[in-house]
Nanobody, 120 residues
């Protein structure tokens, strides 16, 4: 599986963006998918995860993302999304999507990252 993240850009505080993560090579079946972000000068942090094979996906989020960020999937398009709402300057970061098979304990397939810049 190869992942391609896209949709980043520059927005003003309070704005929204939708990031996409498209898979190629094979289906996500059997995988957990996740979104991470890495603010400037900081470590990469988990935003949330979703189970591709589950009908509802059972998305889960870190506390910092709850209420503003939403993870979803479009199975026919083999794509995962991250909806970013009410963006704040501190959300400025490179955003990555990642995948791990359910048999693996850590995410081992990564997209290349997409930059989100939020101005005040």
């Amino acid at each position: 599986v190869q992942l391609q993240a896209s949709g980043g850009g520059s927005v003003q505080a309070g704005g929204s963006l939708r990031l996409s993560c498209a898979a190629s090579g094979r289906t996500f079946s059997g995988y957990f998918l996740g979104w991470f972000h890495q603010p400037p000068g900081k470590e990469r942090e988990l935003i949330g995860t979703i189970r591709w094979s589950a009908a509802r996906g059972f998305p889960s989020y870190e506390d910092s993302a709850k209420g503003r960020f939403t993870i979803s999937t479009d199975k026919p398009k083999n794509t995962m999304y991250l909806q970013l709402n009410n963006l704040k300057p501190e959300d400025t970061a490179v955003y990555y999507c990642a995948a791990r098979h359910f048999t693996q304990s850590s995410f081992d397939i990564w997209g290349q990252g997409t930059q989100v810049t939020v101005s005040s």
